[in-house]
Nanobody
Framework: QVQLMESGGNSVQSGGSLRLTCAAS????????MAWFRQAPGKEREGVAA???????AYADSVEGRFTISQDNVNHTMYLQMNSLSPEDTAMYYC??????????????????WGKGTLVTISS
């Protein structure tokens, strides 16, 4: 059973940066597709960024050029570097994992495992 734990959420001012970390355990191999999703109050969960086992990446238009997803396969850790943050980025951020190739669409149905989330709050 894959388990995911997010960390790094915080409250920062607009224009600031944060780095989120997702620590994964229970893998039997490295051929997983992993992604970050977020959910703001009153809104649906949306895909933010994804990275496949072959390092292919995908980004939502709203974060392209500001966010960078990366992974450390040796330590089963995924990161999301978030720069130029704005109040519109305020949300609970979730780490997710799914079968290889399944996360680059940034859709929740492609993911099998979810973390509990880490809260990001951006003030203006």
């Amino acid at each position: 059973q894959v388990q995911l734990m997010e960390s790094g959420g915080n409250s920062v001012q607009s224009g600031g940066s944060l780095r989120l970390t997702c620590a994964a355990s229970g893998y039997t191999d490295n051929q997983y597709c992993m992604a970050w999703f977020r959910q703001a109050p009153g809104k649906e969960r949306e895909g933010v960024a994804a990275i496949d086992y072959d390092t292919s990446t995908a980004y939502a238009d709203s974060v392209e050029g500001r966010f960078t997803i990366s992974q450390d396969n040796v330590n089963h850790t995924m990161y999301l570097q978030m720069n130029s943050l704005s109040p519109e980025d305020t949300a609970m951020y979730y780490c997710a994992a799914g079968p290889a190739g399944g996360c680059l669409w940034l859709e929740t149905y492609g993911m099998d495992y979810w973390g509990k989330g880490t809260l990001v709050t951006i003030s203006s």
